[in-house]
Nanobody
């Protein structure tokens, strides 16, 4: 079992940047695909980005493509989400999750263990 813990959220002005981190405890981090999702008040949880076990494959939601970058460091049991050119509509709680399936995906059903989330607020 692995427990993800997110950090790095905060308040930033539109156009600014943040880097989120997700530390996943456990000795099997490299055996999991990792995903980032976000949830705004009153809205469903939505996919943001995912990365494969080795880091060789990534996938992004169209709304963040070209602005966000997902990466991982298996030696540090950590996955990152670099967010640039932030917009007010990016405001949400950002959660990371582990996935044990064969392929990375955008459905929450593909992910097993979830963190508590970190708040990102983008002011206009």
């Amino acid at each position: 079992q692995v427990q993800p813990v997110e950090s790095g959220g905060g308040l930033v002005q539109a156009g600014g940047s943040l880097r989120l981190s997700c530390l996943a405890s456990g000795r099997t981090f490299s055996s999991y695909n990792m995903g980032w999702f976000r949830q705004a008040p009153g809205k469903e949880r939505e996919f943001v980005a995912a990365i494969s076990r080795s880091g060789g494959s990534t996938n992004y939601a169209d709304s963040v493509k070209g602005r966000f970058t997902i990466s991982r460091d298996n030696a540090k049991n950590t996955v990152y989400l670099q967010m640039n050119s932030l917009k007010p509509e990016d405001t949400a709680v950002y959660l990371c999750a582990t996935g044990s399936g064969l392929y990375i995906g955008s459905s929450t059903a593909r992910y097993d263990y979830w963190g508590q989330g970190t708040q990102v607020t983008v002011s206009s």
